[in-house]
């Protein structure tokens, strides 16, 4: 008895399952459209973003696995964020058709202390990614902060124009402006 590999490949399988997929007796295999664009409802469209969901959960989980090398990881960090950028795009194209704005209500990205990340769209590192050379030195970077200046110094630099007390001196207009509407109000008081 042959195995079902081979049966597989046999060219009478293929010519019966496409004879099928003709006569409707089995449903096609959905692809998932290249661009977002190409869908026009709004739950076909929310079907393909809970997809490409799915396939980062499983691509995160296969990310700590101890097994794979460097450039493995490189490799499914990189589709990891490829596949969150596509699904940004789903998202995008949602709330185009009238759908749910997911960006409001989903959940939002956390680094290891539990804080907010903010500007959450850039390139994100993944489970054992997070490990590899370099990477570690890149997250713990800190932005530099500026030195906060005190009352006193902000104060020094406050005069008349800060209050608005010379608007007028710039080139007339304003002046002129104020000049014709008291003429018109002293008119309507008469």
């Not at 490949?9 to 004879?19: C, G, I, K, T, V």
């Not at 664009?37 to 980062?56: H, L, M």
């Amino acid at each position: 008895m042959a195995r079902n590999q081979e049966k597989a490949q046999s060219m009478l399988y293929r010519f019966r399952e496409a004879q099928a997929e003709q006569l409707g007796l089995r449903p096609t295999k959905d692809k998932r459209p290249y661009v977002a664009s190409e869908v026009d409802n709004v739950p076909e469209a929310e079907k393909w973003r809970q997809q490409v969901i799915r396939e980062v959960a499983r691509k995160v989980a296969k990310i700590q696995d101890v097994s794979l090398s460097e450039y493995q990881i490189r490799d499914l960090n990189d589709d990891i964020n490829k596949s969150l950028r596509e699904k940004r795009h789903w998202e995008d194209h949602i709330l185009e058709l009238g759908g749910p704005d997911y960006k409001k209500i989903g959940p939002k990205m956390l680094d290891h202390h539990g804080k907010e990340i903010p500007g959450d769209r850039g390139y994100k590192y993944f489970g054992r990614a997070k490990d590899l050379p370099g990477v570690r030195e890149l997250l713990e970077q800190e932005v530099p902060q500026l030195p906060q200046k005190s009352r006193f110094e902000l104060s020094k630099k406050i005069d008349a124009d800060y209050y608005g007390y010379r608007d007028e001196d710039d080139d007339g207009t304003l002046l002129a402006f104020e000049t014709k509407q008291e003429k018109q109000w002293a008119v309507r008081v008469q």
